[in-house]
C-alpha cells in the first residue's frame, strides 16, 4: 500500500474517533433520579457575569447523582450556577430568581440539596440546606 492511502486512512479513523467522542459524551440524561427541572432563572446580561438558578426534582435522594447533575449544568467564567433539588410529588417552587433567597420561603423545608459553583469555580454540595444543624 501507499504511504499516502496509510496517511488517509489514518486520518478518516482519527476524525471519526473525534466525532464520535464528541457525540458520546455523559449527559443529565445518563443520570438516574429522574430530574425534571420545574423552574429555570438566566440573566439577560451577556457582557458579565451570567447568573444560571434552577429548581429540580427529583425521585430519590442519591447524592451523587445529584452533585453530578449540577456538574453537568451550564456555567460561565464569573458567573453564577444555583441548583436546589426537590423531591418529586412534594411542593417546589415553580419560579426562581437570583439572590440570596432564590424562591418563596415556604419551600425552604421541601429542599433536599443544594448545588452551588461561584464566581471563582468553588463548588458546594449541600443537604438540607435550610435545617438548622
Known sequence: MKPKYLALGALVLLLG?????????PGV??????????AV?????????IVHVYA???????????????DL??????????VYFFRAGQPAPSAVQPGQTSFDARFEQYCLAKYEK????????RRYPFQAN
Open 118 to 125: 461561584d464566581a471563582m469555580s468553588k463548588v458546594t454540595f
Open 29 to 38: 440524561g445518563d443520570l438516574k433520579g429522574n430530574f425534571q427541572e420545574v
Open 73 to 82: 449544568m451550564p456555567y460561565t467564567k464569573y458567573g453564577r450556577t444555583a
Open 56 to 70: 429540580v426534582t427529583v425521585a430519590d435522594t442519591l447524592w451523587r447523582e445529584m452533585q453530578q447533575y449540577g
Open 17 to 25: 474517533w473525534f466525532v464520535f467522542n464528541s457525540l458520546s459524551q
Open 41 to 49: 432563572y438566566r440573566n439577560e446580561n451577556n457582557t458579565g457575569p
